[in-house]
């Protein structure tokens, strides 16, 4: 009995994991951001959920939500996203990034160009942050553990 509500368990857990890391059919403003990684944008918030790794988009690519880039006001990567790329930022009116504990790596230009973010809270998870991850953002308070060492 405990083996079967074991794997009953974690199907479930799986399941639900993974519900939310692809678009469906015809959904609009949802975007595929790595091998189990998917962005959705809804009313100013560009939230990304999933595992593993938001990819890095290249300075000669366009992210695809560039058209509402003006529109971002928060951005949330949700638990399970253990690394976020380059380029999330580039948004004029984004003010608002929550970052959770699964995060372990921040990218160069994650945030660049955000004039608007003023505050960000790294969780202690975050063990790296690449040079320029805020480059040119509005950022002047960071809130971080002592145990973020690099």
Known sequence: MKIETLI???FITSFSLNAYAI???GEENCW???NN???RLKAG???LSGTGRARDWFRNEVV???ESRQTITSIVFEKGIT???SFYGYCENLSEVFIPDSVKHIDDDAFSYSPNLKTLVIPESVKTINNGAFRFSGLTTLYCSAENKE
């Open 37 to 39: 990684c998917t962005a």
């Open 64 to 66: 695809p939500w560039a």
């Open 45 to 47: 918030t560009l939230t």
């Open 83 to 85: 690394s976020i790329g």
């Open 23 to 25: 678009c469906n059919k």
């Open 8 to 10: 009953i368990s974690i």
């Open 32 to 34: 595929d951001c790595g």
